[in-house]
């Protein structure tokens, strides 16, 4: 495995985005679209395409909806493969370090 080759993708903005709804897990709070978009501070559109590629690679599920000012927004959970690709990752880092 191509260590750095690892990093290169990982370190790509959706999986930061990852990193964030899974911060928002640990400590017991949801991630909408919303909370990416003030985090970040990226358009809405950049923010779902983002959304949309870590749900279709497994990586989120969406939960219940929420309302926030009359909109409605998906809640994001992070998966137990996202996890454990994330635990790999923290491996080859603290290999390299």
Excluded: C, H, P
Excluded at 13 to 21: C, H, P, R, V, W
């Amino acid at each position: 495995m191509n260590r750095f080759k690892v990093l290169n993708n990982f370190f790509q903005n959706k999986y930061i985005i990852l990193i964030f709804i899974g911060y928002k897990n640990r400590i017991g709070k949801t991630s909408t679209v919303i909370d990416v978009v003030d985090e970040f501070e990226i358009g809405s559109r950049y923010a779902y395409k983002l959304l949309e590629e870590l749900e279709f690679g497994k990586f989120i599920i969406k939960k219940a909806k929420v309302q926030r000012n009359g909109v409605y927004y998906n809640n994001y959970i992070i998966t137990e493969t996202a996890k454990t690709e994330l635990k790999e990752i923290l491996k080859v880092i603290t290999d390299i370090l």
